[in-house]
């Protein structure tokens, strides 16, 4: 099995959260903060930052880590880093190279409400999140082990 470090990074504008639409016909549609994985001895912040600008073109600075999950994808396991996250600049953006090739077609800042009927990843987002954002995030979380073997595509 191989082995994977990734970062994603929870951004909120307005009681919102960014997340970007990943779709293929016939095989997956479900919506995900942005987040990817570390290249060589980048740092998990950095990683965060590029994985954002790449997918949705928006700049933003990771601040603390929130949630530690841990991802089955096929033969890959993956540990990744969820930070909460403050937007920069830039625009929502999703033509670039690597957002194409990810099957991302949107991104977009949603609300809780919005969320209702929509896959949403991480799960924490549709429950869990608002209150531990009520609490600041004491200390990170740890959510365990997801196997994506049969719903998602490698993120």
């Given at each position: 099995?191989?082995?994977?470090?990734?970062?994603?990074?929870?951004?909120?504008?307005?009681?919102?959260?960014?997340?970007?639409?990943?779709?293929?016909?016939?095989?997956?549609?479900?919506?995900?903060?942005?987040?990817?994985?570390?290249?060589?001895?980048?740092?998990?912040?950095d990683a965060?930052?590029?994985?954002?600008?790449?997918?949705?073109?928006?700049?933003?600075?990771?601040?603390?880590?929130?949630?530690?999950?841990?991802?089955?994808?096929?033969?890959?396991?993956?540990?990744?880093?969820?930070?909460?996250?403050?937007?920069?600049?830039?625009?929502?953006?999703?033509?670039s190279a690597?957002?194409?090739?990810?099957?991302?077609?949107?991104?977009?800042?949603?609300?809780?409400?919005?969320?209702?009927?929509?896959?949403?990843?991480?799960?924490?987002?549709?429950?869990?999140?608002?209150?531990?954002?009520?609490?600041?995030?004491?200390?990170?979380?740890?959510?365990?082990?997801?196997?994506?073997?049969?719903t998602e595509?490698?993120?």
């Amino acid at each position: 099995m191989r082995h994977r470090i990734a970062a994603g990074v929870l951004v909120e504008q307005d009681g919102c959260i960014l997340l970007v639409r990943h779709h293929k016909p016939d095989a997956y549609d479900f919506w995900v903060a942005p987040g990817g994985g570390a290249e060589e001895t980048e740092d998990l912040r950095d990683a965060a930052r590029r994985e954002v600008r790449e997918e949705c073109g928006l700049i933003v600075e990771p601040l603390e880590i929130a949630y530690i999950e841990e991802l089955i994808m096929g033969d890959c396991r993956e540990c990744k880093f969820w930070f909460t996250g403050r937007l920069i600049g830039g625009e929502l953006d999703t033509s670039s190279a690597t957002a194409s090739e990810e099957q991302i077609i949107d991104a977009a800042f949603m609300s809780r409400a919005e969320f209702a009927g929509r896959t949403i990843y991480p799960p924490v987002l549709a429950d869990e999140y608002w209150r531990d954002r009520e609490s600041g995030f004491a200390h990170p979380r740890y959510l365990g082990v997801r196997d994506t073997t049969l719903t998602e595509s490698p993120v």
